[in-house]
């Protein structure tokens, strides 16, 4: 009985499993504390800094890096660093509340789709070809005129175009699961189609769509940043990184590094979620689940 | 006592973009309670799908069961409801399939697996499972069953997967288990446990066993009855022995001669079944052997595949066996 009990494996989960794989992936570990320490500086950034976001000293207007300020200040004298990071609250913010819409409307319609199948299925999958062939940031812009300028709406307007990617992976990882052996042995069993869909088919697709949805994130953030810097995004005075480098580019001779230093954020960010995706893809490649 | 399953006639065609492929064509057989008995025949003959129209779990909206009865317990499965049907599943009937290592889904745990059906037939709660649960473990002789119920299917092995497969196919304890190649997928020692728990249990609760299969070795040794099959069809049926020693038809005699004997010298040759099954799409006219038959006579183009009684309570549908002849009759 001893060697039985010394041979058998240790009990780990599927997700446990998966853990393990990427605190094996350095790259995706490093773009996790990134993420982390970005997150964390921007909840606790009133409580840091000395600034305020609006706090405006117009004695110390377009400083270079110094003590004071270590990112310097902008054109009306606001600490660049301190803003940073209140930016980095709606970067956050849009690149995760953003992807729960899309999972909210992409997961479902995608399910739905694969599951019907037949005439249905095609008529949905066409309507989403639709929406992938129109271009994103003229969506955004046309739903932004639409839902009107509040933050909320943003996020709304990025998820309602961003969907369309998730709803197609989660129709296709549905489509080859029912194939399986499982999904016959489970209808063999007296389970329904839902039950068959909630319970054995959507645990299994989630791997490939949570990898998905932090390829995503970078996307989004990219999106706010883009909308933010030609005036559609966030409204000042609160920060943003893409109306950062609005702000900074009419004085880009003066204080280049006001573009820069937002810029290079926006580039940590996202490199950080790419680093991120790529581990969780390794560790939930379903070929190494064995 | 009227037989626990009778298929009568049971017809099931699949519509491809070349034609009509008539996978199973017309076959009846009857089950009775505590009785196993063998579906045999070469890859492609139609054995699975013929199973798989008794619980109507056909694989695509082009496969259609066309004709035909299935009466379970009186009740014609192939008019229940899908409710009903659902009922059936898992609780009068249930299935274990070929491959072991597909068959379960990989993202729950075994224990969850089986007491999904308990929770799905026997309106248990999931906490009231755990005990069945490991009491099922125990019973498919899976050790230490309070501390595997928590592992996942991959940390279990081909044969393991089995047992739990067998695990929840006797959960509800149903009238009849349909076991579709259950030992194809596993090696040979593991395959004589399976066949041997399979076959103990079976008896303990009575239940009734189609063992789907193209080992004769098994069909031998498991089986009380035989219902041999080619291109769709059922060409030869009766009690497991006299199939055995008295072939009824060349097709039969064909399989037993391409087996390997210890009884027969090292050097006896095996003897192939010629030739290939028939192309499916285009089926030839009367008996579906007769191209890659060495006896043939010109009557077997116009054969309906009717009947005849060889020995008693063992059937035929070859010409010559009409005729009262059997040249193959050597084994």
Known sequence: MAVVASTSQPHHTLWGDAFIRLRRNRLAIAGGIVILLIGLGAIFVPLISPYGYAKQDLDAILQGPSWGHPLGTDALGRDVLTRLFYGARISLAVGLFAQAIVLAIGLPVGAFSAWVGGRVDNIIMRLVDVMYAFPDILLIILLRAILGGTIYMMFLAIGLVAWVNVARLSRGQILSLKQQDFVTAARAMGASGHYITLRHLLPNSLGPIIVAVTFNVPRAIFAEAALSYIGIGINPPTPSWGNMIRDGYDVIFAAPYLMIFPAIAIGILMLAFTFLGDGLRDALDPRLRR | ?331
């Open chain 2, 1 to 331: 006592m009227a037989p626990l399953l009778k298929v009568d006639d049971l017809a099931t065609y699949f519509y491809t973009q070349g034609g009509v492929v008539k996978a199973v064509d017309g076959i009846s057989y009857e089950v009775a309670r505590g009785e196993t008995i063998a579906l045999m025949g070469e890859s492609g003959c139609g054995k699975t799908i013929s199973a798989l129209s008794i619980l109507r779990l056909l694989p695509a909206s082009q496969v259609k069961i066309v004709a035909g009865q299935v009466l379970f317990d009186g009740v014609d499965l192939l008019k229940a409801s899908k409710k009903e049907m659902r009922k059936v599943r898992g609780g009068n009937i249930s299935m274990i399939f070929q491959e072991p290592m597909t068959s379960l889904n990989p993202v729950l745990t075994i224990g969850r697996q089986i007491s999904e059906v308990l929770e799905l037939h026997q309106n248990m709660k999931r906490r009231e499972t755990v005990q069945e649960v490991i009491r099922l473990l125990n019973l498919v002789g899976i050790p230490q069953a309070e501390r595997r119920m928590r592992d996942y299917p991959h940390h279990f092995s081909g044969g393991m997967r089995q047992r739990v497969m067998i695990a929840i196919a006797i959960s509800c304890r149903p009238k009849l288990i349909i076991a579709d190649e259950p030992t194809t997928a596993v090696d040979v020692t593991i395959q004589a446990q399976l066949l041997e728990l399979l076959r103990g249990i079976t008896r303990e609760l009575n239940t009734s066993l189609i063992l789907i299969t193209h080992n004769l070795g098994i069909v031998a040794r498991y089986a009380q009855r035989i219902y041999v099959m080619y291109a769709g069809r059922i060409v030869e049926h009766g009690p497991a022995q006299d199939v055995y020693r008295y072939p009824g038809h060349p097709y039969t005699a064909g399989l037993l001669a391409s087996v390997p004997r210890l009884d027969e010298p090292r050097k006896t040759r095996l003897t192939p079944v010629e030739g290939q099954p028939p192309d499916p799409l285009y089926p030839p006219p009367g008996c579906p052997f007769q191209p890659r038959c060495t006896y043939g006579v010109p009557q077997c183009q116009r054969s309906k595949g009717d009947f005849v009684e060889v020995t008693s309570g063992h059937y035929s549908s070859c010409c010559l066996a009409q005729n009262g002849v059997t040249p193959w009759e050597k084994t």
